[in-house]
């Protein structure tokens, strides 16, 4: 397969197409079977990712980092801005231009919508959207995906139900744009009226013929939906706490609830939860975020590195 990722930006769900990420996929399983067999390579030696992250992350900066020791490479991390020059004031593209003379790709994560987009038009070198603002995180998705992927033969004809803030949750937004590449698709949304998906994302969805619906109710969507993707109410993106601490518990997925979902269906998180999926949930052999999703971060992000990097 031609590898077009080389050298590429990883900046919207909305850049790949089916074959990309049946690349992506199939590196990804690579990887994994490395990582079970070896622990890692010397694939990327010699090469430096810079992971500048300007909002808190557990997960994404950390498979990030443990994709390039795993492949041999080195990496420059800059969590939280407090000791960096950022601190002093400096411009984006300026802390950009001078990690991009230490390094062969610049992860971001940025407050700012358009934040990756902006750093890539700052340099030269590969850059990749770890989430800007409320805008995207397509890698995210892409091990979304590939979760989702591994659980149903197909993923045309699925009916994937997405709960919590879908108009905050910058995972929704790649995660839809990558699963109306597989129409038909039925996607169905399920908010609090206030968080609704953004109407830019819906009509895109409805150009692509996706089947969608909005709701507020989840119950009566259980029975039919293979995937349920649930989302925490994005609490730093609320100028107003109160409506914030109205809206928290709005869904709570219990075993109750997991009682009307389908024994085949699937059960997602992007993690972090606060209180959206009690803990008793876990144990469901339906339950992907803890032992599947994880792990498909750091193969899914082990995967575009080799793939940005190397020929
Ligand atoms: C998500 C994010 O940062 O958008 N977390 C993650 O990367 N797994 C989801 C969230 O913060 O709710």
Known sequence: MINNLYGQDILSAGQFDRKSLDLIFSTADRMKRLVKSKGGSNLL??????ALFYEPSSRTFGSFITSMQRLGGGFIPLQGVTYSSVSKG????DTVRTFASYSNVIVIRHPE???AKMAADFTELPVINAGDGVGEHPTQALLDLYTISSHFKKLSGLTVTMVGDLLNGRTIHSISKLLSLYSPVTLNFVSPDILKLPHELMNLLLERKVTVHEYEK???LLSKTDVLYVTRIQKERFTDLKSYEKLKHFYVITPD???KLKKSAILMHP???VGEITIDVDLDPRALYVREQMA???YIRMALLSLILKK
């Open 45 to 50: 030696k010699g090469k430096i990712m810079t």
């Open 90 to 93: 400096e411009t984006l593209p």
């Open 113 to 115: 919508v358009g934040a």
């Open 218 to 220: 989840l119950d009566e």
């Open 257 to 259: 609830v997991m009682k």
């Open 271 to 273: 993690l972090p939860r």
């Open 296 to 298: 498909n971060g750091m």
